[in-house]
């Protein structure tokens, strides 16, 4: 039982370049978070899914795009990267209640130069 | 928009010392409040969850209360040891199911 598996786990952009991350979860859980983490501003919603097939923009979405591929995996994608999306992004998924635990992976650590 | 605090920032105290952490939010209509570790380079472990009907969870050293009418919840980790280094983040979960992290506490607990 893996929980929430991110990858990569390092990853160094040139500005303008793009990438995806990617999230997978093996606990069967409905609802997959992406969160980015910056110094002093704890942790901000990127996009959510709450189900299979559906997504939504949380706090931060401009310059990201999410695809949720089935049930089990959650993606985030930067176009165009830009500086000031450096930093450490985390996927999170829950069962599908708000009365249960949040589960995170380990974690993206990205620079865009 | 609700505003989750934690003060103070960071914390360093001698190893066996009972401590608290801190955390405020401004909006009380919240479903449950979750406490979370987070080691360095490391993603987030939630220690516990307290509905919005509880008044606290305690798990091991650990204790943690909630006051929802005053927005309050404090985190009490009993005889504190080296290992419970870490940052320390609160988060609330709202209406719409999202949650809304504080910035943490960086706790040092020194030999």
């Known amino acids: 039982n893996a929980g929430v598996t991110q990858t990569p786990k390092f990853q160094v952009l040139k500005t303008g370049q793009s990438m995806t991350l990617q999230c997978a979860q093996d606990m069967n859980h409905n609802s997959m978070y992406w969160y980015r983490q910056d110094p002093g501003m704890g942790l901000r919603l990127i996009y959510y899914?709450?189900?299979?097939?559906?997504?939504d923009k949380g706090e931060v979405p401009n310059g990201y795009n999410v695809s949720r591929l089935n049930k089990r995996e959650f993606s985030l994608r930067l176009e165009s990267a830009a500086p000031s999306q450096t930093s450490v992004y985390f996927c999170?998924?829950?069962?599908?209640?708000?009365?249960?635990?949040?589960?995170f992976g380990s974690g993206t650590q990205l620079s865009v130069l | 928009k609700q505003e989750v605090t934690q003060i103070p920032a960071a914390l360093s105290v001698p190893e066996g010392e009972n401590l608290v952490l801190n955390c405020s939010f401004t909006?009380?209509?919240?479903?449950?409040l979750q406490w979370f570790r987070q080691d360095p380079g490391k993603g987030l472990t939630s220690l516990l969850l307290?509905?919005?009907?509880?008044r606290e969870q305690t798990s091991g050293r650990l204790n943690a209360s909630l006051d929802k009418s005053s927005g309050r919840s404090t985190l009490y980790i009993a005889a504190s040891q080296p290992g419970d280094s870490a940052t320390y983040l609160c988060a609330v979960t709202g209406s719409a199911r999202q949650l809304t992290f504080g910035s943490g506490t960086q706790l040092t607990v020194l030999p």
């Open positions: 999170a998924s829950i069962v599908d209640r708000a009365g249960e635990k949040l589960f």
């Open positions: 909006d009380s209509a919240i479903y449950n």
């Open positions: 899914s709450a189900s299979e097939g559906t997504t």
């Open positions: 307290i509905q919005s009907s509880q």
